[in-house]
């Protein structure tokens, strides 16, 4: 009888680690890569390779565009078409945080899915952590303490309940905001 506790303790703390490390998956991030391949691009001084790197998002800009800020494809056109590249890497920062807005307004619906919630903000911070070097000091710090607030504020589902604590959605919410004043300053 004892064997078998054990063992069955040990498969659920074998399957609970190999759950709990899942939203750390890189994962592909279409917007990251086309950012990467843009910047690459434009230092090369190659605007059709940065021009065919943004076709590969046009999709994912549409949508921004749609649900999170008017005129995000035509600034990013205008952007690409300047051939200016300060103006592409404003561009291209706009495009993060409409994502980085995404995906925390997300979390905040999910908030009673701690594992959704956590990998929102997770990816949100990713996308966070790549356009943070072009953000001056203060800006940069309070984005990114504001993230780190909202991931304390997901709360914790514990480990067999010890540890739990409930999600904070007023906490979380006030995070959010200050994380997106940050950024839009």
């Given amino acids: 009888m004892v064997r078998i506790f054990y063992a069955l303790l040990m498969s659920l703390l074998i399957t609970g680690q190999a759950h709990a490390y899942s939203y750390a998956a890189a994962g592909k991030e279409p917007l990251i890569d086309a950012r990467e391949a843009i910047y690459k691009a434009v230092n090369a001084g190659d ?23 008017s005129g995000l ?11 200016d590249t300060a103006t592409i890497a404003a561009a291209i920062n706009r495009v993060f945080i409409a994502e980085i807005t ?9 908030l009673n899915d701690y594992q959704t919630a956590k ?42 309940g010890v540890g739990k604590r409930e999600a904070d959605p007023a906490a979380y919410n006030a995070a959010v905001e200050d994380v997106l004043k940050a950024l839009a300053n």
């Fill in 47 to 69: 605007f059709e390779a940065a021009k065919l790197a943004a076709n590969e998002i046009s999709e994912e800009l549409a949508y921004l565009t749609t649900d999170y800020d």
């Fill in 73 to 83: 494809s035509d600034a990013f056109e205008k952007a690409l078409a300047s051939q």
């Fill in 102 to 110: 995404r995906r925390l307004q997300s979390g905040s619906e999910n």
């Fill in 119 to 160: 990998v929102l903000v997770v990816k949100s911070k990713r996308f966070f952590d790549a356009m943070a070097g072009e953000l001056p000091g203060k800006r940069r710090q309070a984005a990114d303490e504001s993230l780190r607030q909202a991931l304390e504020a997901i709360g914790n589902p514990g480990v067999f």
